[in-house]
């Protein structure tokens, strides 16, 4: 009758409320044959009523809440009501319509049901000459009571099985997201940790070579016969130099291998939400090539202040603003937020192990040479620059463009 998935144990309940009814069925069969009354209607009623409880039963369209299910119970209640008037017996059978009314009605319909049912019941025994006693009236009221509250406890208590279940299946989905989250993380950190590893030991100390076997080539004479072997030295610098450089790409945020640093700020800018957030970015002067580092800096400073914003600030608005200087290039990250006192930073802001935290931001600062500043009171929102000095165009070493 239910399509529902049951535990176990609610099956168990539905086989033996089967066999219940079935049984009373049964007995007031058995009962009017060894009686004498009626047997003969009350055997034929009693195997209609079976019949068309197995029907219903098995039924796909009996459903709870269902007009069929509605139909097939008044249909049972008519045939019930032909059985009292036959045996008193059949009042026994009205325990097993009182789960089947509050099962498959609305309960706004289910509670009538049962109570006329009741009525009914005590009606029969009355009619059928039984003594008039108080019992007679508090036994199908007391079963009635009973299998109210036994449906409508086991409902609540599915319900709120169910509203577990699909917490834990929510838990499970968000746990195993966390955890390709922070594969992803571990990933792109590691590899961000090459580039940077490269960048600043096998690039620069090519470049450095490089540097120093072009000196060396201009203070040698045309014809000596070492200036050859510097010169084939220092082409092959120049070479794994490239190579070098190549590596340092191909390991920098998939954010910025299809495109420029502002073309990956300007996705930055559209895909972060918030509760009302609306964030906007511009470039200001002319824009340069910057070195990888450079730009990976740049757009982790820039994630890094947003993903702050999103998380404490509880702002409205924010302006992230990449600016080009003569010898210098600079990120602003502004919001309107509740803001902080600097130091001490929003609740949580910097105690995670995320590395979103501002002492992340200055050491990628400082290892470019750069500088982070943050402007921020309670309530007057927050700004965050990062300043980076643009590195000179001879590639001198600490300055080079690897």
């Not at 577990?164 to 594969?183: D, F, H, P, Q, V």
């Not at 957030?277 to 994630?303: I, N």
């Amino acid at each position: 009758m239910d399509s529902r998935t049951h535990p176990p144990v609610a099956v168990a309940l539905r086989l033996c409320l089967h066999a219940l009814l079935v049984g009373l069925l049964a007995l007031a069969a058995v009962r009017a044959v060894a009686d004498g009354t009626h047997p003969r209607a009350v055997v034929v009623v009693s195997g209609a009523m079976a019949a068309l409880y197995a029907a219903g039963a098995l039924a796909p369209a009996v459903q709870p809440r269902t007009r069929a299910a509605a139909l097939w119970l008044a249909a049972l209640g008519a045939v019930w009501l032909a059985l009292l008037v036959l045996s008193p017996e059949a009042l026994w059978v009205a325990f097993p319509l009182y789960f089947l009314q509050l099962h498959l009605l609305p309960t706004r319909w289910a509670l009538p049901a049962v109570a006329v049912t009741a009525a009914a019941a005590i009606a029969c025994f009355v009619l059928h000459g039984g003594p008039f006693t108080p019992g007679s009236f508090i036994g199908p009221l007391i079963g009635a009571a009973v299998a109210v509250a036994t449906v409508l406890g086991y409902e609540a208590l599915f319900r709120e099985s169910e509203r577990r279940r699909e917490l834990i299946e929510e838990l499970m989905s968000t746990r195993a997201e966390l955890a390709e989250a922070e594969r992803t993380a571990g990933t792109l950190a590691e590899r961000e940790r090459l580039a940077r590893e490269i960048h600043d030991t096998l690039a620069q100390g090519l470049s450095s070579i490089q540097l120093l076997l072009r000196a060396a080539e201009r203070t040698l004479a045309s014809d000596a016969p070492a200036t050859a072997h510097v010169r084939r030295a220092r082409e092959a610098a120049q070479e794994n130099l490239a190579e070098a450089r190549r590596f340092v790409r191909a390991l920098s945020p998939p954010d910025l291998e299809n495109g420029s640093l502002a073309a990956a700020l300007e996705r930055l800018s559209s895909r972060t939400t918030g509760s009302g957030l609306t964030v906007q970015f511009a470039v200001s002067g002319t824009p340069v090539e910057l070195p990888t580092p450079y730009e990976v800096a740049l757009l982790r400073t820039a994630q890094s202040a947003l993903a702050n914003t999103v998380r404490h600030a509880g702002a409205g608005r924010a302006e992230i603003t990449l600016s080009f200087m003569d010898t210098s290039v600079s990120l602003d990250v502004v919001d309107d937020g509740r803001g902080f006192t600097p130091g001490l930073g929003p609740v949580g802001a910097d105690q995670d192990t995320g590395g979103f935290g501002l002492p992340a931001m200055r050491a990628r600062a400082r290892s470019l040479g750069g500088t982070l500043s943050v402007e921020s009171a309670p309530g007057q929102g927050a700004a965050v620059a990062l300043t980076l000095p643009l590195p000179i165009p001879d590639g001198r070493p600490g300055q080079d463009a690897a």
